[in-house]
């Protein structure tokens, strides 16, 4: 009888152990899966904050820090295309086509939302974080001084609760002249 109580025990031990051994190794894989899930699609998002951001400056000369502007433009505003019309020879420039008048250019605009973003793309989302609950992305924009004492604009925008503490996804920098991600 005692035999049997000594070995239901170690059974049970055993099974116990096995799952805790199975849960130690599981759930650090589980996590870096989420991780990997939720940051694919902030990632994404970053970008898209990062193509808005260089389109702002293309138009305006400056990054913005407020979203509302930022979307506002995206809704709202256009980018020029400019078309040249006719064939430069082969013995001129462009510009020379056209000032001799051989070469036409012609400039339309298409909204932003159609050129730089799919057709899907809600342009009211853009400031919330993937997965964050409604948190918004911290956004700023300055000014930095490089090297060679030039004032180039600068913005950063990151994710102000990551789900992984150790590492805060973030495009751009405040401290240098770059529009990388930390990613890439």
């Known amino acids: 009888m005692i035999n049997k109580v000594i070995k239901g025990v170690l059974i049970v031990g055993i099974v116990v152990l096995v799952y805790l051994i199975i849960n130690s190794v599981s759930k650090p894989i589980k996590f870096q899966q989420e991780r990997d899930k939720r940051y694919a699609q ?13 389109a702002f400056y293309d138009k305006f000369g400056r990054y913005t820090s407020d979203f509302d502007s ?19 020879p082969d013995t001129l420039t462009e510009e020379e086509a056209v000032k001799l008048k051989i070469v036409y250019r012609d400039t339309i605009y298409i909204p932003i939302r159609d050129t730089l973003f799919p057709k899907n793309f809600i342009a009211d989302s853009l400031k919330y974080v993937p997965f964050g609950g409604g948190i918004t992305f911290k956004m700023q924009a300055g000014e930095v001084v490089t090297g060679s004492k030039v ?30 991600g930390n990613w890439e």
């Open 42 to 54: 902030i990632i994404e998002r970053l970008k898209q904050i990062r193509t808005a951001q260089i």
């Open 70 to 88: 930022l979307i506002q433009f995206i809704k709202n505003d256009s980018m020029p295309i400019v078309k040249a019309i006719g064939t430069v």
């Open 151 to 180: 004032k180039v604009k600068v913005f950063e925008v990151k994710d102000p609760k990551p789900f992984d503490p150790t590492f805060q996804l973030k495009v751009g920098s405040l401290t240098e002249a770059s529009t990388a």
